[in-house]
T-cell receptor, first 113, second 114 residues
Framework: DQQVKQNSPSLSVQEGRISILNCDYT??????FLWYKKYPAEGPTFLIS?????DKNEDGRFTVFLNKSAKHLSLHIVPSQPGDSAVYFC????????????FGTGTSLTVIP | DSGVTQTPKHLITATGQRVTLRCSPR?????VYWYQQSLDQGLQFLIQ???????AKGNILERFSAQQFPDLHSELNLSSLELGDSALYFC?????????????FGPGTRLTVL
């Protein structure tokens, strides 16, 4: 049972525009959410996180929004750059599970120059 | 560089064989996690160790086992290998959880079973 879902396998965006990647989850006990970025032949790299006590967290060009009532989070990248082209995974965890992370299946972002 | 190392980088073996994947966590991290990523799949959590003890189990097959040693490095043992075991295997480590923490991933081991 996939508790974290990324329903868009791929996304193409023009350089300089906004990229919006979406993620839905089913477990209301999740209290910590993260986005990872993965280049081919490399391990996932942590990008940004958000605790369930917040609804927004910003780090430079990256902003993560959390809508707990909808069990939905999104990652905004503004402005998008060609180097942002990668696979983005969202992940969720709950303290009671001992920080086990549940990952989505990923969204492949292509930023077109 | 995340600070997590995994060896080997690539492994090619035959069905029925047994292999061992190795992971060294970041300095100071007590938790080690193992994940499997098959083609077009997300990261499937296999197992977690914390300071030498098994902490959580995910979708890990009985043919697979893991352990974490006193120096905190971990090994994932895969036996009676099948074609479907071909995948990327990632190890991650994290510090003790406070207000939320992050898992840092190694570069992965690509296993090909022929």
């Amino acid at each position: 049972d996939q508790q974290v879902k990324q329903n868009s396998p791929s996304l193409s965006v023009q350089e300089g525009r906004i990229s919006i990647l979406n993620c839905d989850y089913t477990n209301s006990m999740f209290d910590y959410f993260l986005w990872y970025k993965k280049y081919p032949a490399e391990g996932p790299t942590f990008l940004i996180s958000i605790s369930s006590i917040k609804d927004k967290n910003e780090d430079g060009r990256f902003t993560v929004f959390l809508n707990k009532s909808a069990k939905h989070l999104s990652l905004h990248i503004v402005p998008s750059q060609p180097g942002d082209s990668a696979v983005y995974f969202c992940a969720a965890s709950a303290l009671y599970t001992g920080n086990q992370f549940y990952f989505g299946t990923g969204t492949s972002l292509t930023v077109i120059p | 560089d995340s600070g997590v190392t995994q060896t080997p980088k690539h492994l090619i073996t035959a069905t029925g064989q047994r292999v061992t994947l190795r992971c060294s966590p970041r300095s100071g991290d007590l938790s080690v996690y193992w994940y499997q990523q098959s083609l077009d799949q997300g990261l499937q959590f296999l197992i977690q160790y914390y300071n030498g003890e098994e902490r959580a189990k995910g979708n890990i097959l009985e043919r697979f086992s893991a352990q974490q040693f006193p120096d905190l490095h971990s090994e994932l043992n895969l036996s009676s290998l099948e074609l479907g075991d071909s995948a990327l295997y990632f190890c991650a480590s994290s510090p003790p959880r406070t207000s939320g923490d992050t898992q840092y991933f190694g570069p992965g081991t690509r296993l090909t079973v022929l």
